[in-house]
């Protein structure tokens, strides 16, 4: 904690935190999301405090070389696991510094943007290591024991992430009122880069939802009830680890030791809509992508129907009988 303190301390006592304080709260009036400006903040203080190491207190001070000498410090950088830093966490540090630079030359506060020319690492799109099956997400659900209130607020979790794709920080952000029982929709309020949008929701998971409104939300209450959805036994809104660390422990409890937890069932429910038809471009709607890119790895692993037409089209699909019989597979 000392040390943490002493961070702090030497960021708001360098020059560069007016300018940090006057960025963060221009991207407010931008309306940029506080998920945004979070990360933007994290990463610039991250910065800030590289620079002060090397006594660079002003950002008058800083020029291409010396951000080249920081990415290249990002590149090198070790975690306490020895592992370095991925490149979509080097993308996540400098893409802020870039901003923050165009906006200090914008408003005049130096001269030149020495970050104009910075090449960012190039964001790799991998494949998504796990897909749990419709098999596997059934074994995860009846872990929950729906005769208690957690079991029951667990289910309808795990149901609505299913059903929507949503991203654990759009479902810890639900209230009462963006539910449309009538309309079977979710409304999710400035999710990702701050858009809103409409998502369909199916009858089973919102046949859980309603159950746990009707038949648990009232139980967990405790105080002022500001309209928050999912309530934590406590009775107030779940932070995004202790909702991961929930669903967690009922894949635990059924088996399943995949690395990751909320974001798996997005992964499911894109895949396995694509293997049943569905429009990639309704996928992009439904997961919220800006980018059509972005939702075309799940066709990578929409192997399925990829498979029925292998088999159906390719003709050395099936071994000839003398090449099976005599083993001469090449």
Same mark, same amino acid.
């Given at each position: 904690?000392?040390?943490?303190?002493?961070?702090?301390?030497?960021?708001?006592?360098?020059?560069?935190?007016?300018?940090?304080?006057?960025?963060?709260?221009?991207?407010?009036?931008?309306?940029?999301?506080?998920?945004?400006?979070?990360?933007?903040?994290?990463?610039?203080?991250?910065?800030?405090?590289?620079?002060?190491?090397?006594?660079? @207190?002003?950002?008058?001070?800083?020029?291409?070389?010396?951000?080249?000498?920081?990415?290249?410090?990002?590149?090198?950088?070790?975690?306490?696991?020895? +592992?370095?830093?991925? +490149?979509?966490?080097?993308?996540?540090?400098?893409?802020?510094?870039?901003?923050?630079?165009?906006?200090?030359?914008?408003?005049?506060?130096?001269?030149?943007?020495?970050?104009?020319?910075?090449?960012?690492?190039?964001?790799?799109?991998?494949?998504?290591?796990?897909?749990?099956?419709?098999?596997?997400?059934?074994?995860?659900?009846?872990?929950?024991?729906?005769?208690?209130?957690?079991?029951?607020?667990?289910?309808?979790?795990?149901?609505?992430?299913?059903?929507?794709?949503?991203?654990?920080?759009?479902?810890? @952000?639900?209230?009462?009122?963006?539910?449309?029982?009538?309309?079977?929709?979710?409304?999710?309020?400035?999710?990702?880069?701050?858009?809103?949008?409409?998502?369909?929701?199916? @009858?089973?998971?919102?046949?859980?939802?309603?159950?746990?409104?009707?038949?648990?939300?009232?139980?967990?209450?405790?105080?002022?009830?500001?309209?928050?959805?999912?309530?934590?036994?406590?009775?107030?809104?779940?932070?995004?680890?202790?909702?991961?660390?929930?669903?967690?422990? +009922?894949?635990?409890?059924?088996?399943?030791?995949?690395?990751?937890?909320? +974001?798996?069932?997005?992964?499911?429910?894109?895949?396995?809509?694509?293997?049943?038809?569905?429009?990639?471009?309704?996928?992009?709607?439904?997961?919220?992508?800006?980018?059509?890119?972005?939702?075309?790895?799940?066709?990578?692993?929409?192997?399925?129907?990829?498979?029925?037409?292998? @088999?159906?089209?390719?003709?050395?699909?099936?071994?000839?009988?003398?090449?099976?019989?005599?083993?001469?597979?090449?």
């Amino acid at each position: 904690m000392v040390r943490r303190y002493e961070h702090k301390a030497i960021i708001e006592a360098s020059g560069f935190y007016p300018y940090l304080r006057s960025f963060i709260e221009w991207g407010e009036v931008k309306g940029l999301s506080k998920d945004t400006l979070k990360r933007r903040q994290s990463a610039l203080r991250r910065f800030i405090h590289w620079s002060d190491e090397r006594d660079l @207190k002003q950002p008058q001070e800083i020029t291409k070389p010396i951000l080249d000498r920081y990415q290249k410090h990002l590149y090198y950088y070790r975690k306490r696991d020895g +592992h370095p830093l991925s +490149h979509g966490s080097q993308l996540g540090m400098l893409t802020p510094l870039r901003a923050f630079f165009k906006w200090l030359t914008r408003e005049n506060h130096i001269l030149y943007n020495p970050a104009s020319e910075m090449e960012l690492p190039r964001k790799i799109r991998r494949l998504p290591k796990t897909i749990l099956s419709l098999d596997e997400l059934e074994n995860i659900f009846s872990q929950t024991d729906i005769n208690t209130d957690e079991g029951v607020r667990d289910r309808a979790i795990m149901e609505l992430l299913y059903s929507t794709g949503m991203r654990r920080m759009e479902l810890v @952000k639900l209230t009462i009122y963006d539910i449309d029982p009538t309309r079977m929709i979710v409304m999710i309020r400035e999710g990702k880069y701050g858009k809103d949008r409409f998502i369909p929701i199916g @009858k089973r998971a919102l046949s859980w939802v309603d159950k746990y409104q009707n038949d648990v939300r009232p139980n967990l209450l405790s105080g002022h009830d500001d309209g928050t959805l999912f309530l934590t036994n406590r009775g107030q809104a779940f932070r995004r680890s202790a909702l991961a660390s929930r669903v967690k422990r +009922h894949m635990k409890s059924a088996g399943i030791e995949a690395i990751g937890s909320c +974001h798996l069932f997005r992964h499911a429910m894109a895949t396995h809509m694509l293997e049943n038809g569905a429009d990639i471009r309704f996928v992009q709607a439904m997961l919220g992508h800006e980018d059509l890119n972005t939702t075309q790895i799940y066709t990578q692993v929409s192997i399925k129907k990829l498979s029925e037409i292998h @088999k159906a089209t390719h003709p050395a699909t099936e071994l000839g009988r003398s090449t099976e019989a005599d083993g001469q597979c090449s």
